[in-house]
């Protein structure tokens, strides 16, 4: 799968198009309340029938991560491994589901599988504006690895992770989230 953000401003109020058609696939919508970000929702807009249309969701406040109905913690969902200045990220949605290692590089997250050999995904978002032409809208690519299972799971980790580093990097508010995130 190979998609865009439309909102190259904001990724947490984003719909999500695939780049052959450019049909909508997913919608994003955050909520906002006194002490910064709540939820950020991913509902899908050609669900099955009979489906829900909600697929996922972030809640910040509670750090928590939702996939059709099944809420876990962040702190059980992940693990690092490695030394203190060679730390990686490792996520697992359930012990039956693959392990993702997730780690940033040149304005590109990656998910890779099986001790980085397998590329399983990729979420580009260009950060600097240019003065003459247009900035790069936020770029999703999922392998048919990723497809299969954790399609929404990968998804969800990508937005956590980039929102995650913009308010690390934004000195201008940490991320109480009133501007673009």
Same mark, same amino acid.
């Given at each position: 799968?190979?998609?865009?953000?439309?909102?190259?401003?904001? %990724?947490?109020? *984003?719909?999500?198009?695939?780049?052959?058609?450019?049909? %909508?696939?997913?919608?994003?919508?955050?909520?906002? &309340? $006194?002490?910064?970000?709540?939820?950020?929702?991913?509902?899908?807009?050609?669900?099955?029938? &009979?489906?829900?249309?909600?697929? /996922?969701?972030?809640?910040? @406040?509670?750090?928590?991560?939702? %996939?059709?109905?099944?809420?876990?913690?962040?702190?059980?969902?992940?693990? @690092?491994?490695?030394?203190?200045?060679?730390?990686?990220?490792?996520? =697992?949605?359930?012990?039956? =589901?693959?392990?993702?290692?997730?780690?940033?590089?040149?304005?590109?997250?990656?998910?890779?599988?099986? +001790?980085?050999?397998?590329?399983? &995904?990729? $979420?580009?978002?260009? $950060?600097?504006? +240019?003065? $003459?032409?247009?900035? @790069?809208?936020?770029?999703? +690519?999922?392998?048919?690895?990723?497809? *299969?299972?954790?399609?929404?799971?990968?998804?969800?980790?990508?937005?956590?992770?980039?929102?995650?580093? @913009?308010?690390?990097?934004?000195?201008?508010? /940490? &991320?109480? /989230?009133? /501007?673009?995130?």
């Amino acid at each position: 799968m190979e998609a865009t953000f439309d909102n190259k401003t904001n %990724i947490l109020n *984003a719909r999500i198009r695939a780049v052959h058609d450019n049909s %909508i696939i997913y919608t994003l919508r955050t909520s906002f &309340g $006194f002490r910064g970000r709540k939820d950020t929702i991913l509902c899908d807009e050609n669900p099955a029938p &009979g489906a829900a249309t909600t697929v /996922g969701a972030i809640h910040w @406040q509670e750090k928590t991560l939702e %996939i059709s109905g099944h809420k876990k913690s962040c702190a059980e969902l992940k693990r @690092q491994a490695g030394r203190f200045f060679n730390r990686t990220r490792h996520w =697992r949605w359930a012990a039956d =589901r693959k392990e993702y290692e997730i780690m940033y590089d040149h304005e590109e997250w990656k998910a890779t599988l099986d +001790h980085n050999m397998c590329i399983a &995904g990729r $979420f580009t978002v260009p $950060f600097r504006p +240019h003065l $003459f032409s247009k900035s @790069q809208p936020a770029y999703l +690519h999922l392998t048919k690895t990723a497809l *299969a299972e954790d399609e929404v799971f990968l998804l969800l980790l990508f937005i956590y992770h980039e929102v995650k580093r @913009q308010d690390r990097t934004n000195s201008s508010g /940490g &991320g109480v /989230g009133a /501007g673009g995130w």
